[in-house]
């Protein structure tokens, strides 16, 4: 069974850092390619970064490029974003995203519960 | 940049179908993908190539594209159908990458 659990949300103040994590189980990692999306409190889905399932290809929305940084180890089966530079507008719910293939974004079949990170003084 | 446009509600009676719209001048030449999601949770993906299902999903639920415009219908409306729906496709020719529309809420009446 597919499993993705997050960690690592919670408050922060604006220029803060926040590091989230996502241990994947239940599927052959370094096979698929993984993304972040979010989702600010009553908004829709926002596409937030993607890597390959070799590690080799980032790609980053506009909105956060210079200031996230998406990263795996398939040893360990985790991805992770790190948050540089916080914004109040990055307040959102943060849900690790598994695609279909290794390096093509067509599609997510699976996403995890989400974890939330909240920027505020 | 690529906009996908979603209509922000729709209300169908049990027992009806809904049919929900996916908006843009290039969609032909997109693979587009539907998620479902309810309240409190994460989304669901309900449609993926267009119009296929994945494994779980019911046969009630259906997607197609003519023109501009890719279609999700549900079938035999059911209460528990009751959430938001996102469209979304993967510009790899862009930097946008992966684009979601703004979602529409299905209300079940």
């Known amino acids: 069974e597919v499993q993705l659990v997050e960690s690592g949300g919670g408050l922060v103040q604006p220029g803060g850092s926040l590091r989230l994590s996502c241990s994947a189980s239940?599927?052959?990692?370094?096979?698929?390619?993984m993304s972040w999306v979010r989702q600010a409190p009553g908004k829709g889905l926002e596409w937030v970064s993607s890597l390959s399932g070799g590690g080799i290809r980032t790609f980053y929305a506009d909105s956060v490029k210079g200031r996230f940084t998406i990263s795996r180890d398939n040893s360990k089966n985790t991805l992770s974003l790190q948050m540089n530079s916080l914004r109040a507008n990055d307040t959102a719910v943060y849900y690790c995203?598994?695609?279909?293939?290794?390096?093509?974004?067509?599609?997510?079949?699976?996403w995890g519960p989400g974890t939330l990170v909240t920027v505020s003084s | 940049s690529y906009v996908l446009t979603q209509p922000p509600s729709v209300s169908v009676a049990p027992g009806q179908t809904a049919r929900m719209t996916c908006g843009e001048n290039?969609?032909?030449?997109?693979?587009v993908q539907w998620y479902q999601q309810k309240p409190g949770q994460a989304p669901v993906l309900v449609i993926y190539?267009?119009?296929d299902r994945p494994s779980g999903i019911p046969e009630r639920f259906s997607g197609s594209k003519s023109g501009n415009t890719a279609t999700l219908t549900i079938s035999k409306i059911e209460a528990g159908d009751a959430a938001d729906y996102y469209c979304q496709v993967w510009d790899s020719s862009t930097d946008q990458h992966v684009i979601f529309g703004g979602g529409t809420k299905l209300t079940v009446l």
């Open positions: 290039n969609i032909g030449s997109k693979s």
């Open positions: 239940g599927f052959s990692f370094s096979s698929y390619a």
């Open positions: 190539y267009d119009n």
């Open positions: 995203a598994k695609h279909d293939s290794s390096s093509y974004y067509y599609v997510v079949d699976f």
